[in-house]
DNA sequence: TTAGGTTAAGTTTTT
DNA sequence: CTTAACCTAA
């Protein structure tokens, strides 16, 4: 794809004509008629005598919501049911009926990945006929390129730069500090996100209420959110809340051009609606409007269940309210699920169902199983005897299951809650030798080297980015410390001129000394140099001789650090990079917006990724560990949005389960180090919320269930048939090795008695159903064993008094550990 | 400048 | 407890 910056004049991506073929459905019929698939239909059995190829294998709803294609339309599609088929086939069906050229479908995404994806699949449908479609890209991809074009209306130039969150705390700093404030009390990083936030609702400085400005920087938020702008203005760049803001701005003020983009964009496509925040709500309202009488063509799809970025700014609200913003909007629903069992469908059905704000839709599948497994519960003592359950189930399916079918590693997942229990994961795989891959890291262009690299190629296109000066003007080292900086800084800012334009000015000058002085010759007269050669040297080759004669590379190889090799190989990888790019402009704005770490594919590995990033993905078999009150839910998410927050906590673990195709494994403990200290914790809410029918609680020795003791749970255990021949096995070899002397005493004081811990080799957890019970169900109808006022011991927090009771849970006064609440299967009385 | 010590904070993440 | 960011001393 081209970027926008050189890209093609206004207007003259199409022929002539207004549209290729005059729609056959009249633009006046009314929403929702059928019309416009029986145009379709007509039309593709005209052209080939039959339903086009594409149209065939798609369900009834599918189709419906494929060829709806004049008027509003909100698409429910939940978890696994063909939600990007539907897109893409639409897409499919507006090019080939001759409804539109590709040019005149606006289809945005939230993430590059979709929008690939997207990409891919229309052209699979459509054929190498139709090149690559111009606007069908991200919300912030999409907004670059309407910027480049209009970027004059907005105070910039279309070379402007795109900077990153790290640039924009830096120079949120500078501000602050400008302003006389103190940096530590008022941290730059919070008034970034507190911008962000702004930006996402779609305020400037004049639109944000009187309560948020004055909460930051001795009152002076406003002010501050202001200078701001006005630095990005001068700086000629824009933050990523910009790519929305701008648009929005540019279009209400310049009615005419948002005219002409109101002719072009005939269909408009909006995929994952439920993640839009109030910025993108308006940016898609604007480019949305007709004209009275004219059809809206504005197709969302998405899923109000799925919701889970209510903290960065999206508003479920706007898929709610869908109907009542597109007059006559017809909604279909997609509730035919591809993915999953029977039984992790039912599951995730009930547990979301607890939530009140939604739309209500309930998946299905028909294809049942009667050897289905049910979604397991699995309860551990702590994280570490989690980790190494999982790693062994792991393992066990590796090598292959009782049915006889072999687990890829590839096609398992753990899925947290939050990245720190990432680590008890990558420990234990670590020891075991298992191949795993953390998805969410850091990513490649965030490396210090790689933007190291980006400055200097940013500058030299850029000569007014004064953060990319400021980030090398110094690296390699050239004597150029903070006061030759700050001189430069002062001189630029009194003249309102960039800062290579002043270290221009200042060599001239003896107002630095000699030393200095001549270094910043050298930058001066490098940058120079290389702008010239910007027209004419191959933008790869410019890159090499950047990084050469800056003495960049030089300075990795003379750094003995073990990172120096690998900081080089970056290099190599992102000059090697460039080459599919046209140029180095248009390099730059992939690597800001669109460029992601690669994942070694031919690599068969577990994946590691916290919930959050699992949306959109799915695996045969899925683990979901953690499930703790105070984890998950997350006591801060409670805290700080209350019942929506755990609503959209609720939405999250219904996206954990719908991951999963065959196998589901929920785990909780009941003692987790959180911030150093073992803290002992109840089981998630969530655990009481999944249906009976459809999950069954596995029982494995060790884990001593230490869950449910007090209530029903005894007498489960007694039953509890021996593992008998698991003391040969692999797996019951590794547990004696890994058992220690730590953990041997804790349960063996705890309880009284040894008790060895056996079956988690080959015999694998065994699975039974509790009756209409779960084992994690805390429920007040059995009374307790314990009294309040009684005295107790507990393994880790030593005695106390009990000073309340709620079923099964316990609230103790510890002695030494202060108030704790803990399952009554855990202490004894003294 | 760099190393080493101190301090504070510690969900989730895309663009 | 661990990490990252920041500050001070050599």
Redesign the pocket.
């Known amino acids: 794809m081209t970027t926008g910056h050189d890209d093609i004049p206004f207007f003259d991506e199409e022929p002539q004509e207004a549209a290729p073929r005059r729609p056959a459905a009249a633009p006046s019929a009314p929403a929702g008629s059928g019309v416009g698939g029986i145009a379709a239909r007509a039309m593709a059995a005209r052209d080939a005598g039959r339903r086009p190829d594409y149209l065939a294998g798609l369900n009834p709803e599918q189709t419906e919501a494929v060829e709806t294609l004049e008027g509003p339309l909100l698409v429910l599609a939940g978890a696994g049911t063909g939600k990007t088929r539907v897109l893409t086939t639409r897409i499919a069906h507006i090019l080939s009926t001759g409804r539109a050229y590709p040019s005149q479908i606006l289809s945005v995404t939230?993430?590059?990945?979709a929008a690939r994806e997207m990409k891919e699949r229309v052209a699979l449908l459509v054929g190498g006929a139709v090149e690559g479609m111009p606007w069908l890209g991200?919300f912030?991809?999409i907004g670059v390129k309407l910027l480049r074009r209009h970027a004059e209306l907005v105070g910039l130039t279309s070379d402007f730069s795109i900077l990153d969150?790290d640039d924009v705390v830096r120079l949120i700093k500078q501000l602050i500090q400008a302003e006389g404030l103190d940096d530590?009390r008022w941290p730059a990083k919070q008034f970034a996100g507190m911008i962000d936030g702004w930006k996402n609702k779609g305020m400037t400085p004049a639109d944000i209420p009187e309560g948020d400005a004055r909460a930051f920087a001795n009152g002076k938020g406003r002010e501050l959110y202001a200078a701001y702008q006005a630095r990005l203005k001068t700086l000629n760049a824009c933050d990523?809340g910009d790519l929305l803001l701008h648009p929005i701005t540019m279009f209400r003020k310049n009615p005419d051009v948002l005219k002409d983009y109101h002719q072009r964009f005939r269909y408009i496509l909006v995929d994952e609606y439920q993640d839009t925040n109030t910025a993108q709500y308006m940016w898609l309202r604007l480019l949305a409007q007709r004209p009275k009488g004219e059809l809206q063509n504005v197709c969302c799809v998405g899923d109000d269940d799925q919701s889970i970025y209510g903290?960065?700014g999206a508003e479920v609200d706007n898929i709610l309210r869908f109907e009542k913003d597109f007059p006559g909007a017809k909604v279909i629903k997609l509730e035919r699920n591809y993915r999953s069992t029977e039984h992790i469908l039912g599951a995730a059905a009930h547990l979301i169902a607890h939530n009140e704000g939604r739309l209500g839709k309930t998946l299905f599948t028909d294809r049942t199983n009667p050897d289905d497994d049910k979604v397991q519960v699995h309860a551990a003592w702590d994280s570490e005897e989690e980790a190494r359950a999982v790693g062994e189930e792991i393992e066990q399916l590796q090598r292959g299951d009782s049915s006889g079918l072999k687990h890829a590693l590839n096609d398992m997942a753990i899925l947290v809650r939050?990245?720190?229990q990432m680590r008890e994961f990558e420990d234990r795989f670590v020891t075991l030798g298992l191949n795993y891959r953390v998805i969410?890291g850091p990513r490649f262009y965030e490396r210090l080297e790689i933007r190291d690299a980006m400055a200097y190629f940013r500058l030299v296109c850029q000569p007014a980015d004064d953060l990319a000066f400021e980030r090398i003007v110094?690296t390699p080292?050239r004597?150029l410390?903070d006061t030759a900086v700050r001189t430069l800084h002062d001189y630029a800012r009194a003249r309102d001129i960039p800062m290579l334009a002043a270290a221009h000015d200042l060599i001239e000058t003896d107002e630095m000394k000699p030393k200095p002085r001549k270094a910043l010759f050298d930058v001066v007269m490098s940058f120079r140099r290389w702008q010239e050669r910007l027209e004419n040297t191959p933008h790869t080759e410019l890159a090499e001789q950047i990084l050469e004669e800056s003495g960049y590379t030089d300075m990795w190889k003379n750094d003995k650090s073990a990172e120096a090799p690998g900081r080089l190989d970056n290099l190599k990888e992102l000059i090697r990079s460039m080459d599919s790019f046209e140029s180095m402009r248009g390099f730059l704005e992939h690597v800001s917006?669109v460029m992601?770490a690669e994942t070694n594919e031919n690599l068969d590995a577990v994946s590691i990724?916290?919930l959050?990033?699992a949306k959109g993905l799915e695996f045969q078999t899925v683990f979901l560990p953690g499930w703790e009150e105070g984890l998950f839910p997350?006591q801060?998410?409670l805290d700080?949005s209350g019942r929506a927050?755990l609503e959209e906590e609720r939405r999250l673990a219904y996206v954990g389960l719908t991951r999963a195709k065959r196998h589901c494994h929920i785990w909780f403990v009941s003692n987790r180090r959180i911030?150093?200290l073992w803290q002992s914790t109840l089981p998630s809410r969530f655990l009481d919320e999944l249906p009976a029918t459809h999950v069954s609680v596995a029982e494995t020795e060790q884990s001593y269930g230490g869950y449910g003791r007090g209530g029903y749970g005894q007498s489960r255990f007694d039953k509890a048939e021996p593992f008998a021949n698991s003391y040969s096995t692999p797996g019951w070899k590794r547990a004696q090795a890994n058992r220690t002397d730590a953990t041997r005493d804790n349960w063996g004081s705890r309880s009284g008695h040894a008790v060895e811990r056996i079956g988690y080799g080959e015999s694998g957890p065994k699975a039974r159903t509790i009756d209409g019970e779960l084992v994690a169900k805390s429920t007040t109808e059995t009374p307790s064993r314990f009294a309040i006022g009684e005295r107790v011991f507990h393994i880790k927090f030593g005695n106390g008094n009990i000073s309340g009771i709620e079923g099964n849970k316990l609230t103790i006064e510890f002695d030494r550990a202060g108030e704790k609440r803990v399952l009554d299967g855990f202490v004894e009385r003294v």
């Open positions: 939230f993430t590059n990945k991200t912030h991809s969150t530590k990523f903290w960065r939050a990245s720190f969410g110094n080292k004597g410390g917006l992601d990724m916290t959050h990033s997350h801060r998410s700080e927050g911030h150093g």
